[in-house]
């Protein structure tokens, strides 16, 4: 009997295989923090109280959460592999997390999908998935593969599969489009819950929204805006990513009457921020820091994610539940001393303890030389003084603003363009970006929401040709030319998205990316690449480039 | 599309089939009353806000509340048949509750159910199941049928069933029993949950008991007691039943930081007090009476108890969810103006404004003629003067306390037994009963928890027996005898247990027993037939009575 052990441990019959002793712990149930020792056995909590076992840790000053949780994240955005990206966060606190493959989806399709559930599938780290709903993200663009409802449903049975991600064509479930409201059906028939995405919707839209099953969104900016989608049933996911920060917008939301429908997540986060500042700890340290009760801020880091996805059996220390465990020398501080997975040590001190498993070539095959362009060169860059729209950037957030039209770069505007890179369509989107401040050289990353073809700006079309064709050579990542020579690059073979190295190195060369284009004038406010790489994605307001020129996210229409 | 007329609605392009103008409703994400128009269409709620309707009604001055869920009932003890209680139930506010089986299964066991699955599928009020754990309840008692783990695996998979009723059992869980622990193996396998029942349990015990997977418990009657389970991970569920009031005493559960995890039950409730006080709403008003917030009592009472059965859709008023919507004249009073169920007016003023279907013979055959005894008379009664145990009342607790041995009735103690009456054994249990008050007559019934074997009890032999041949030739029922005449009855011939009359005659019925056996002596503060129905209970603390001899459920032992 699988119950038996558990019994005798609890009953304190049997010593357990682990006791973390005179902890203080949080209770999420009642949201307070307790004190008790913690037995472990077979990866699970077999009671809290008094125990013997064969390990014991004394955790006497010290606090004991779960394990923390990262609601929604793009894990390709981190640049890096998931088994490196679970090495920094688990070393942080991490023991779960619900990503959406959106990326790779788009590239890869299917394939970058099977290949993202390989990769996480022995981690010391839990990694759910929700299918991505949004392949590709508009019909304005042009990506590698599509994902159609029978692809969603095949993945939607697999194991550790929960749902559907981010419904992003708001507009299209608004209008009642048809393949987009067959998705949301297909994943609730199945039990699944659905992701939200819809930035400022409000009133009776986003009554309509919800009304389809849609029960959560993490791209709420505003109280208001996050008062009203909480109101109508939906979680919010409260999001603090290297390119969007909402937590100090919505941190009245973590009060008594609304704080129990809160979660946290990233979306997206760079190696450097995740190593340096960390992961779902980052989030939590903040919001204590600008005054939240530090229970609310742990339940919301992790039992309330739990409940968002109904992961019965973790999020919580309770008997039964996985032994999914973050030590914290300072509760305050979120400073992380110890986690145990399953019950497991798994990091101390910073470091993962635990060896993590080498992919092999074959298991990364399907993802490796995306990079497919039909000849390009410097004339292709060429517009004959067309007059063509201006993106505004706004310092910090996603949303973008509409600048009237230039018909040349210079004097603050910069040429832009998204290059097709996936099936060689020669297709070439051209515009004008204003408050990037790039002096001098070229800008390209493979990384360009959502569709990942090639995105580039400049201040000449020499340098973004040079920096164009460097990509193509690398099979992707992140370069930077200036007269002519590649000054900076990250290559990242994953399918355009992701290198193949350590989380460390990955962060020294983009820090050293970023340095040089910020000596090339790049602004302050403005991240090189991530703010980059989110001028292609046409679902998030108000104006943004594609391959196909640039669209109207308003008016859901490319501009003339 | 399934979609598009919700979406039409919610966008206000077309009218919604009902509008609750100008309504104050309860938000139970917030627990805070907001006010909008209520939009409805095809059952379900589509928007909030200002809406139009082909139906409108003015809510001003009104209030809606989800409908009002009850988390734990056996229908069976209500004395009347399920279409009958929803006749009651609705009209007080009631859209929903989970039911076990356990009375009707351990007369009839599998068809029993089947019978009340049956009987439930369409009425105005949503009937859910929980498959009864405990068929028969102890080793030490004979009841109708046996249901053994797979006949439970087969109702886990049906329609309407959530998972594995209360666990009563708790000393087999906490000592390893096999089947019990196979039973709710079984159950969180197939993705049911797993209701408890563990009176007094604590400490190293009750996280055994926890950590096997039992997420909640009715029995608590204590504050103390409740908190130490709700920390545990238990969903705590407030019962309020004929038999046992625990709201009192469980009254600070519901502040801040432990309501959210609190559910009313009633658990066995008489037609009397359905139809004079109310069902859940009774629970409400008592709980705003004693100074709840009432936003609070409602969540409770509604969206708590879809969340612990994971009953998505239903429990809140948002778009999307099902549009099951009780109407109040007066918020703090709870008084039910209106019920609608999927849209659709059931209930107004206190009655039914829909038809119940008629159900046929057919249907019930195989709940009817249940009373089977052997050979037994007068003399099956007398004990030759041996010492026996005796049980002592407690007033308005179901626990008993030992009131060690007597040989003979007098002087405030009189006979009680226990007769088999499902297979003709010609089992009887016999001992002394003190505290219930009668001083002249018998009383008798096959409402007898949990195996329905006809208890009775008396002053004199002649009356008992004459009270338990005529049991034998109703079918069932409650019958009061005395001086060798029948005075009153309630004849129950749906498995000894239901009657086929509505509710109000069988309140009249049961008001007119009860004055009689009140008339007889019975003690205030004793229910004449729901106490005495609880004696022959092995579960609950700390004597009962079966059809083999008194029972120490202490030391889980017959009595010598």
Known sequence: MKHNRILSVALGDERADLVLKNAQYLNVFTCEFLRGDIAVTGGRIAGIGS????????????????GLIDGHIHLESSLISPAQFARAAVAHGTTALVTDPHEIANVCGESGIQYMLRATRSLPLDVYFMVSSCVPCSPFDENGCTLGVETIRSFLTQERVLGLAEMMNYPGVVAGDREALEKIECALAQGGVVDGHAPTLSGKQLNAYVACGISSDHETTTLAEALEKLRLGQ?????????????????????????????FCC???????????????????SAIAQ????????????????????????????PGYAADLTLLDDV???EVAAVYKRGRLVAQGGALTVPLEEETLANRKAVLGTVRLKDFSVQSLDTHGRPLPVIGLVPHQLVTTKEGTASAAGDGLLKLAVI????????????????????????ATTVAHDSHNIIVTGTNDGDMARAVLRLQETGGGMVLADHGEIVCELPLPLAGLMCDLDAETAQQRLT????????????????????????SLPVI??????????VDVDAFRLLP
Request: charged fraction near 25%; proline fraction near 4%; include cysteine.
């Open 332 to 334: 305050s501080k979120a």
């Open 420 to 443: 097709e890179r996936h099936k060689a369509t020669g297709h070439i989107g051209i515009c004008y970006l204003k408050g990037y401040g790039l002096r001098s050289g070229a800008v």
């Open 541 to 550: 307001p108000h104006i943004k480039l594609t391959t196909l020129g640039a």
């Open 51 to 66: 125990y013997r076992g064969k390990e014991e840790v004394d955790c006497t000053g010290k606090t004991v959460v779960p």
């Open 512 to 535: 050293d990316l970023k340095q040089a284009a910020y000596a090339l004038g790049v602004s302050d406010g403005v991240d090189p690449f991530m703010t980059l790489s989110f001028m």
């Open 291 to 318: 005054g939240v009760k530090p229970e609310r801020a742990y339940c919301c880091a992790s039992y309330h994610a739990a409940l968002r996805f109904g992961l019965a059996g973790i999020g919580a220390i309770a």
């Open 267 to 285: 979306d997206d986060i760079h190696p450097g921020e995740l190593m340096a500042q960390g992961h779902i700890d980052r989030i939590v340290r």
């Open 235 to 263: 979680w919010i996911m409260i999001r603090e990513g290297t390119a969007a920060k909402n937590l100090r917008a919505l941190l009245p939301l973590l009060e008594e009457n609304t704080f129990r429908r809160c979660l």
